[in-house]
Nanobody, 121 residues
Framework: QVHLVESGGGLVQAGGSLRLSCAAS????????MGWYRQAPGKQRDFIAV???????NYADSMKGRFTISRDNAKNTVYLQMNSLKPEDTAVYYC???????????????WGQGTQVTVSS
């Protein structure tokens, strides 16, 4: 089983920036896409961005411009750079990854435990 661990969350003032990281660990695995989602209290989990192993990124329309996803395949790590943060960006941020273990033809999705981002006004 591959585990994902997010880090980099915290409290920031409006207009500030944060960089989230999500590292995958395990044995004999490869990762297809990696993505970021967020969930505010009382709301559904929303898609932010996804990036392929080749580095192609796609964003939710509402996230374009302030958020940038990137990836280091050698470290099995995905990043989310967040700029010009607003109070409405306050949420728990989750990463996920499409994982293939060994020579399996099957992919499964692994999720991290989430990291809290709080933006004060």
């Amino acid at each position: 089983q591959v585990h994902l661990v997010e880090s980099g969350g915290g409290l920031v003032q409006a207009g500030g920036s944060l960089r989230l990281s999500c590292a995958a660990s395990g044995s004999d695995f490869s990762i297809n896409t990696m993505g970021w989602y967020r969930q505010a209290p009382g709301k559904q989990r929303d898609f932010i961005a996804v990036i392929t192993s080749e580095g192609r990124a796609n964003y939710a329309d509402s996230m374009k411009g302030r958020f940038t996803i990137s990836r280091d395949n050698a470290k099995n790590t995905v990043y989310l750079q967040m700029n010009s943060l607003k109070p409405e960006d306050t949420a728990v941020y989750y990463c996920n990854a499409e994982v293939r273990e060994g020579s399996s033809v099957f992919l499964y999705t692994s999720w991290g435990q989430g990291t809290q981002v709080t933006v004060s006004s």
